[in-house]
C-alpha cells in the first residue's frame, strides 16, 4: 500500500519561496513517476509538475521557470521548489504517484501566497 505525506505548505509573501516535500511508504519508487498537482478554490485540480522515474520532467506552463520538481529515490522522497510565488499560486497542493498503473494521492497541503 503507497502512503504519500506533504510537508513544507504554509503562508509566504509574493515574490517569496518554498520547498514541498512528499515522503511515500511501500515499494517501487523509484520506478513511479511522481508529482505535484494543485486544486485552487472554484477552480479544477491541475498538474503543477512530475518527473520519471529517468528524470524527465514535464511543467504546467504557469510555473516554468518558477519551480523545480526533483526527486531522491533512495530517500522516497519528492520535492518541489517554488520561487518568484504569485497569489495565483495559491492552492492545496497534492502528492501523486503513479505505479503499475495506479495512481496515489497525499492528503495535501496548503499553500498560501498572500501580502
Known amino acids: 500500500q503507497v502512503q504519500l505525506v506533504e510537508s513544507g505548505g504554509g503562508l509566504v509573501q509574493p515574490g517569496g519561496s518554498l520547498r514541498l516535500s512528499c515522503a511515500a511508504s511501500g515499494s517501487f519508487f523509484s520506478i513511479s513517476t511522481v508529482g505535484w498537482h494543485r486544486q485552487a478554490p472554484g477552480k479544477q485540480r491541475e498538474l503543477v509538475a512530475r518527473i520519471s522515474p529517468s528524470g524527465n520532467t514535464v511543467y504546467a506552463d504557469s510555473v516554468k521557470g518558477r519551480v523545480t520538481i526533483s526527486r531522491d529515490s533512495p530517500k522516497n522522497t519528492v520535492y518541489l521548489q517554488m520561487t518568484s510565488l504569485k497569489p495565483d499560486d495559491t492552492a492545496v497542493y497534492y502528492c501523486?504517484?503513479?505505479?503499475?498503473?495506479?495512481?496515489?494521492w497525499g492528503q495535501g497541503t496548503q499553500v498560501t501566497v498572500s501580502a
Open positions: 501523486t504517484l503513479r505505479q503499475l498503473g495506479n495512481d496515489y
